[in-house]
């Protein structure tokens, strides 16, 4: 699998990436309402808007970015989803808890009128976080989770001109 050569790679790759971007929303209007409006934990937070999260981009990328792999039984990729995400959130939570410290600080320093440096400070450490488990997700996801059905790939040397 090369997503930078192949189209069709390229293309599940930007698939991926929007889901990826509408779960964004999900995971920083959840986060942002329980921990800056409801008091909520900032770690615990991000847990709750993480999972809810995932649970939106199971769906729109088995239906939508990788529909040749629904005929992988659903709780078969549901758990293996699950277990994907599980080692993303252990990634996650205490790379947000160690560097909403350092941008908190930072915003302190720099941005002290713009917003609490508290709000600045969990939003920007939990973009730093969405992108480095984004590319765990892709390709862990693409390799295992929504790996091309052998079914497929048979039907795919059946389908493709003969190369003599």
Known sequence: ????RDPKERG????FAIVGAIGSVIDFGV???LATFL?????IASIVSFTLAVINNFILNRFWTYPETRIVPFVK???QFAIVSLAGLAIRTPLFAVT???FISWAEKWL????????IGHNVALAFVILVVLMWNFFINRLWTFKQP????????????SKT
Not at 1 to 4: A, E, I, K, R, T
């Open 1 to 4: 699998m090369n997503f930078l």
């Open 12 to 15: 599940k790759f930007i698939r």
């Open 31 to 33: 986060f942002n309402l």
């Open 39 to 43: 008091g909520v934990v900032a770690v």
């Open 77 to 79: 990729q549901l758990t």
């Open 100 to 102: 909403e410290k350092v």
């Open 112 to 119: 002290p009128n713009l917003l609490t440096p508290t709000i």
């Open 150 to 161: 052998a079914v497929k790939i048979v039907e795919e040397i059946y389908e493709s001109p």
